[in-house]
C-alpha cells in the first residue's frame, strides 16, 4: 500500500533564516506531487506541483521554492523566511494515469515563523 | 480560473441528526470532478466522497451523499445521523477533467456536532 510521510512535524523558525520541508511517498512509482499551504482557519492554496523528476510547476509567486531530486520526493525550501510564511504545510500525490484521481494527503507541518 | 465557494463558515447539528453543508464552484467546462474532503483536529485530509460530473446520479458513501447540480454548480454534502466523530473542518474541491490532477479548494465549513 502507499504511504507519505512529511517532516518534520512542527517547526519554529526565526524570520529570515532558511527552511526545508521534506516529503516522501512509498509504494507507488512517477506519482504527482503536490505543495499545500493552509493559514490558520483558511482553505489549501496550492503552492507547486511537480508531474516528474526535476518538473516543477509553481502556482503562486513568493519567496518558496520546490524541488524534486528523486522520484518519490518532494522538498520546499526557502532562503530567508517571511513572518507571513507561517501555517500549515500539505504534500499530497496523486497517480500519474487515470483520471478523477482523489490527492493523498501526507500528516502535514506545522511552520511558526517569528 | 475555476473558484469554489463555501458560503457557511460554520454550521453545527445535534448527534444522530442531519445537517447539509453547501458548495458551489464556478467553472466552463463541462469534464471535471468534484471532492468532499474532511479535516479533523488532526489536520490530515481525508477524503469523504468523489462525484464525476458526467454521472448525474448521486454519490452516496454510507451516511455522506451529495445533491449534485450541475446545471446550478452546486454541490452540497449531507451528513445523516451526525456522529461525534463527524466535526471537523469540510472542504469542497474542485479538479478539471484536463488539467493535471490540480485540486481547487473552496474556504472551508467547520462542522460541529452537539452531544
Known amino acids: 500500500s502507499q504511504t507519505i510521510h512529511q517532516w518534520p512535524a512542527t517547526l519554529v523558525q526565526p524570520v529570515g533564516s532558511p527552511l526545508s520541508l521534506e516529503c516522501t511517498v512509498e509504494g507507488t512509482s512517477n506519482p504527482n506531487l503536490y505543495w499545500y499551504r493552509q493559514a490558520a482557519g483558511r482553505g489549501l492554496q496550492l503552492l507547486f506541483y511537480?508531474?516528474?523528476?526535476?518538473?516543477i510547476s509553481s502556482e503562486v509567486p513568493q519567496n518558496l521554492s520546490a524541488s524534486r531530486p528523486q522520484d518519490r520526493q518532494f522538498i520546499l525550501s526557502s532562503k530567508k523566511l517571511l513572518l507571513s510564511d507561517s501555517g500549515f504545510y500539505l504534500c499530497a500525490w496523486t497517480p500519474a494515469s487515470g483520471s478523477g484521481n482523489e490527492q493523498f494527503f501526507g500528516p502535514g507541518t506545522r511552520l511558526t515563523v517569528l | 480560473a475555476q473558484t469554489v465557494t463555501q458560503s457557511q463558515p460554520e454550521m453545527s447539528v445535534q448527534e444522530a441528526e442531519t445537517v447539509t453543508l453547501s458548495c458551489t464552484y464556478d467553472t466552463s467546462e463541462s469534464d471535471y470532478y468534484l471532492f468532499w474532503y474532511k479535516q479533523p483536529p488532526s489536520r490530515q485530509m481525508i477524503l469523504v466522497i468523489r462525484q464525476e460530473a458526467y454521472k448525474q446520479q448521486n454519490a452516496t458513501e454510507n451516511r455522506f451523499s451529495v445533491n449534485f447540480q450541475k446545471a446550478a454548480k452546486s454541490f452540497s454534502l449531507k451528513i445523516s445521523d451526525s456522529q461525534l466523530g463527524d466535526a471537523a473542518m469540510y472542504f469542497c474541491a474542485y479538479r478539471s477533467g484536463w488539467a493535471g490532477n490540480m485540486l481547487t479548494f473552496g474556504g472551508g465549513t467547520r462542522l460541529m456536532v452537539k452531544p
Open positions: 511537480s508531474v516528474g523528476i526535476g518538473q
